[in-house]
């Protein structure tokens, strides 16, 4: 297994001191998420080779690996001109993994429509319905594959609060209908209330597909009859969530780290915790501690 270092809250640091940090956290794999010299968020990658040859010399000198890339593009956008400038991104975005040695890519489905808005097409994206969003990204997916199966790159997907699919169960029907090893899923922690209710069934039902999970805290948004957040006015299609360091939220850690456990995850666990910037050393040696303390307690646990 591999213990990741999302250093999103740590992203003003120089790129190459990101190795030093992570070393000095405990940490030996990064998960690159991005960042504007970098895979900025939904534009061609800021990269070349100088940046790049001084990145991995950074790496190598810290004894640091880079677990996944992250980039973030709007392939599933029913806007052809943007969903095809996405996928030239996302091909860009394979030439830096593979130029960095990299062999895993992660992402999101893409944002879109609330499910809940059904097929309106006089609101949101301008006119994109979730049916107009999912075609775009099988669009997409269907030129992608080829280039990952030939790269040798594995992309690891997650739903995310606001996508055209933010379930679990639907997300993991598509990464299967992809039918190929190279795309899989991710689990979410923070994500856990938009997924479903059942945190054990259904990393279970994500386990034939499941090779990447994401561990931070977050608080029930639908419990205490949907007031555990209040967001005005009432009503709002807001999606609301957070990043919390374990222990700090309701996600139910014995149920997803057992669970991980029964299944035999054996794939990338990255600390992605956003909420506390001003203490961000702090979260990231505190959730490098604990997750390394409920793997090893499920991992040696008794067969029940």
């Known amino acids: 297994m591999k213990i990741a270092l999302d250093p999103y809250m740590h992203r003003h640091l120089p790129l190459e001191q990101l190795p030093r940090l992570a070393a000095d956290l405990g940490y030996e794999y990064l998960e690159l998420s991005p960042r504007a010299d970098f895979l900025d968020w939904w534009v061609r990658p ?5 940046r790049i040859a001084g990145f991995k010399r950074a790496l190598a000198d810290h004894g640091v690996k880079i677990a996944s890339l992250l980039p973030m593009y709007r392939w599933a956008s029913p806007h052809e001109e943007e969903r095809l400038a996405a996928v030239e991104n996302w091909k860009r975005a394979i030439q830096v993994a593979v ?6 890519m992660n992402s999101e489905f893409g944002r879109g429509p609330h499910p809940e808005r059904g097929s309106c097409s006089s609101c949101c994206m301008g006119g994109a319905t979730t049916e107009s969003s999912e075609t775009a990204w099988w669009r997409s997916i269907e030129e992608l594959v080829p280039i ?4 040798g790159i594995q992309l690891n997907v997650e739903p995310h609060p606001d996508d055209f699919v933010e379930t679990l169960y639907p997300a993991v029907d598509m990464i299967r209908a992809v039918g190929s090893d190279n795309v899989r899923f991710l689990y979410c922690a923070p994500h856990t209330f938009y997924f479903g209710d059942d945190v054990a069934d259904m990393i279970r039902y994500a386990a034939p597909v499941l090779a990447h999970v994401h561990v931070a805290d977050t608080f029930n948004h639908k419990a205490s009859s949907g007031l555990r957040y209040i967001v005005n ?8 969530h957070q990043h919390l360091d374990i222990g700090q939220g309701e996600v139910p850690w014995d149920a997803f780290f057992g669970t991980l456990a029964d299944v035999g995850f054996d794939g990338i666990m990255t600390a992605c915790v956003f909420a506390w910037e001003e203490r961000a050393d702090d979260s990231g040696r505190f959730m490098r501690r604990e997750m390394q ?3 090893d307690r499920f991992r040696t646990a008794p067969a029940a």
């Open 46 to 50: 800021r990269v070349f080779p100088e």
């Open 99 to 104: 130029e960095m040695g990299v062999d895993t």
């Open 148 to 151: 990952l199966e030939r790269e």
């Open 233 to 240: 006015p009432p009503g709002s299609t807001a999606r609301v």
């Open 293 to 295: 303390r409920y793997v």
